[in-house]
């Protein structure tokens, strides 16, 4: 491994939350890279966020994917301030510009029960709950293609279609079948509800069954969306890798983590897996780490937003870039103070009076030691 390993990270704290996890979240990182020999380059930028729309009428600047391109990764916080800005403009006009236009097709959600962490699921603490959700993330619901006929009349209609292509729905689920074929239990749950939606989702199906014939070692189960979401409150220990379309998994990665005990903790990578920096024949493209959380205006400016999400989406950072051990570092750091708990460090989300700034610190301090 070389000595004078150097990584240039695009920070994008955004809007509410995202400013406040997102100190305490470099500090940790910074506390890796001292501590395993690397170092990092921070370009803190104010764009990608509802502030910056204010003042230029716009979410970003003209540039923006030169400046990002120039980068390894990006580290994101949230975005969204729906007082000022209505949500599908501001989600637009960045992260979601950002997944299209990287092509980062795969979004990786891990959802673990740790110790520490109050859960709803006390009675399911001597099971392990440990799986990881891969949500497509460039296609499917979330597609801008629709639009409004016979506006304020009567007649008013609204239309927006789901796109499925081969190339996406398959590259998803290869993924998908991969990362099972490589984790112990190997077992894919795929999300569907193509009882209802008749053309769309049998299709999804039809991939799956499909490419299930490559991997006979993985087990494959398939549930409509809405039983799939009882499951994941009442059985949650049963899954391992479960891949949705982009809205499904959205939906789901944010019920598995909330099972757990607290959307909070979630981490997410927005990956572009094929882009390397290393073959000059492709564009390169970065890929992205940010919480599962949004900017949360409700809580934003009150000091006791949970960091873990940023955090933990760092450590997800470090392994993307090839840092194992600090990525191991830091995802041990988060362990043990959450098992070490205590309603003086635990943020209100995990039923504590903490605060970021102390739970961040906690944090830092264990990556040092
Ligand atoms: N931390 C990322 C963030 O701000 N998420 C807000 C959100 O609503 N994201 C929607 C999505 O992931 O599709």
């Not at 599908?88 to 997944?99: D, V």
Request: net charge negative.
């Amino acid at each position: 491994m070389s000595q004078n390993r150097k990584y240039v990270i695009a920070v994008l704290p955004g809007d509410g939350i995202g400013l406040e996890v997102m100190p305490p979240a470099l500090r940790c990182l910074e506390a890796a890279a001292k501590r395993f020999g690397f170092k990092f380059e921070f370009r803190e930028y104010p764009w990608a966020s509802c502030i910056y729309y204010q003042e230029h009428g716009v979410m970003m600047p003209s540039n923006w994917k030169e400046l990002l391109k120039a980068c390894d990764a990006i580290y994101f916080g949230a975005v969204g301030d729906p007082a000022s800005v209505p949500d599908h403009i501001s989600l637009w006009g960045s992260l979601l510009l950002f997944r299209r236009e990287f092509d980062q097709f795969i979004n990786l959600r891990p959802c673990r029960l740790i110790p520490g962490v109050p859960s709803p699921l006390a009675n399911r603490q001597n099971h392990t709950i440990d799986f990881v959700t891969v949500r497509e993330n460039t296609e499917g619901e979330y597609s801008s293609i629709g639009g409004r006929i016979f506006e304020g009349t009567s007649r008013e209609t609204v239309i927006q279609n789901t796109v499925f292509t081969r190339q996406g729905v398959d590259r998803v689920l290869r993924y998908a079948f991969e990362l099972a074929r490589s984790r112990p239990k190997k077992k894919l749950t795929s999300a569907t509800k193509s009882n209802g939606i008749s053309i769309t989702m049998p299709y999804w199906d039809e991939r799956v069954e499909e490419m299930a014939k490559e991997y006979p070692d993985v087990k494959v189960e398939k549930y409509h969306i809405d039983i799939l979401c009882a499951h994941f409150v009442q059985r949650p220990h049963t899954f391992d890798v479960v891949v949705g379309s982009n809205l499904f998994g959205d939906i789901l990665s944010d019920l598995g983590p909330a099972c757990t005990g607290t959307i909070g903790i979630a981490p997410s990578a927005n990956l572009n897996p094929v882009s390397s920096k290393d073959d000059s024949a492709k564009e390169w493209m970065p890929s992205l780490f940010e919480p599962v959380h949004g900017s949360a205006p409700d809580i934003a400016g009150k000091g006791i937003a949970n960091p873990i999400g940023m955090i933990w989406a760092g450590q997800m950072m470090l392994e993307h870039l090839g840092e194992k051990d600090a990525a191991t570092a830091v995802i041990k750091a988060i362990e043990s103070v959450l098992a070490r708990g205590g309603t003086n460090l635990l943020t209100p989300d995990m039923q504590g009076k903490g605060t970021t700034q102390s739970l961040g610190v906690a944090i830092e301090q264990e990556i040092i030691n």
